[in-house]
């Protein structure tokens, strides 16, 4: 992949990629029978509603709770920690922030439902059953990746990749043949959970017995310690909070405002010519902040600088294909794989596909401080900008008749943040040049 660079596992690299390969290979052969399957046999209502109420459980879970990813971070930059301390610590954190968000959670659900124009008129049986069988499949969800994203600080990605992308297909493929048998999401919901603890019980097995052994340890935790995974933690967990704002708090923004049918066409336009390129992008997204970290640790600066040029003309290939098949074949693709049911001016999928390539530069932008656990202020500004953004679009009723203003919208916010992190990315690489010289 990289004959540039010396010394590096090649072997590793190749079998990561290949891992997230696998992933995203599953992911795509999901999302192209998940979506459409759910729409012929629970109908376009039921399925809105259903990737609705999964919505605010995704703000949580969305590129995972990253106390867990700042601790696998430490661990790959310092050779001499506990792994088991930091481990315990990022474990209490992703539990304390689950009892937080819980209050947020069924407040909202249960407190402000009548304010949703997705609800009116309409009543689903078992309400408060479902909200509490989906927060606590997504809670189990967030125990089982943070232990999942610790165990790759040995840089093993592959095997948790391919034990992620196994469940995905048990939870996206069989969910819609439920409604086969019955229209209740309450079943769906029940199947839901049942697989997320298989997935925890089944991660801890396999994880433990072939790759690395994590214990959970209470007792004299360093309080150091914790103030410190916690502060780097945050600056994870703001750069995340954006993102879920960007993809659930998006979904929940547009419940508020249109029908459960307009949720279902959004979401299908997010996943076709958003959510796809990020998967793509997300094959080497994870497995480069590892060697970025290894490299940072060995002080071998340039070479960070060498992979990450590499890295950043892959990424304008991939972006270039995506534009140019957009253009030329998005449309069709989009009406074949939904089943010509949608109407929607062809305006819109380009306003998707430009946020989404804008989002990504942007992203890139800041990959090196993610991989260095020095995101800092630059991910705390990123989200005030995210939530002043959403704040701005509940404030305007016109939005609710025309989607495509939303993203003009969206796209002025996702310039403004690509420029700021262009700023910090090159002060932070002028660095990285002088600390090698």
Not at 127 to 141: C, E, M, Q, T, V
């Amino acid at each position: 992949m990289i004959n540039f660079l010396e010394n590096i596992k090649k072997s590793r690299i190749k079998k990561n990629i290949s891992g997230n390969t696998l992933h995203v290979f599953c992911l795509f052969l999901i999302q192209l029978f998940h979506l459409p399957l759910m729409i012929y046999l629970w109908g376009i209502e039921k399925t809105g509603l259903w990737i609705y109420l999964l919505a605010i459980p995704n703000l949580l879970s969305f590129w995972k709770l990253n106390f867990s990813e700042a601790s696998k971070q430490e661990l790959i930059l310092k050779k001499f920690l506990n792994k088991n301390e930091i481990y315990s610590i990022s474990f209490l954190l992703t539990i304390l922030t689950i009892l937080f968000f819980a209050i947020i959670y069924f407040t909202v659900n249960l407190k402000f439902i009548h304010l949703f124009e997705i609800f009116r008129n309409i009543e689903i049986n078992n309400y408060n059953w479902i909200l509490i069988l989906i927060f606590a499949s997504f809670s189990i969800d967030l125990i089982t990746n943070n232990f999942l994203t610790i165990s790759q600080y040995t840089g093993k990605i592959y095997r948790t990749q391919i034990l992620v992308s196994i469940f995905t297909v048990m939870e996206k493929i069989f969910i819609p043949f439920i409604g086969f048998f019955t229209e209740q999401l309450f079943y769906a919901a029940i199947y839901l959970l049942l697989v997320k603890m298989i997935k925890y019980s089944s991660s801890i097995y396999i994880m433990k017995k072939y790759t690395i052994s994590l214990s959970l340890n209470f007792k004299n935790l360093n309080r150091n310690k914790i103030n410190d995974i916690f502060k780097k933690s945050t600056s994870f967990y703001f750069n995340d909070l954006s993102n879920v704002i960007n993809v659930s708090g998006f979904i929940y923004f547009i419940g508020y405002f249109f029908v459960a049918e307009v949720v279902t066409m959004i979401t299908a336009l997010q996943t076709l010519f958003k959510f796809l390129i990020l998967w793509i992008y997300g094959i080497f997204d994870n497995v480069l902040r590892y060697e970025f970290a290894n490299f940072y640790k060995n002080k071998q600066f340039l070479k960070i600088i060498k992979l990450y040029k590499y890295q950043k003309n892959l990424l304008y290939i991939i972006l270039l294909l995506f534009f140019v098949m957009t253009y030329l074949v998005g449309k069709n693709i989009f009406d074949i794989w939904t089943g010509y049911i949608f109407i929607y001016k062809i305006n819109l999928i380009y306003l998707v596909m430009i946020e989404s390539i804008i989002f990504l530069l942007g992203y890139n932008q800041i990959i090196l401080l993610y991989s260095l656990n020095r995101l800092k202020k630059i991910s705390f500004y990123g989200l005030i900008i995210n939530v002043l953004v959403l704040i701005i679009l509940f404030s305007f009723e016109s939005t609710r008749v025309n989607i495509e203003t939303i993203y003009y919208v969206l796209i002025f916010k996702s310039l403004m943040i690509l420029f700021i992190n262009i700023i910090f990315n090159y002060k932070f690489t002028q660095l990285l040049l002088l600390k090698n010289d």
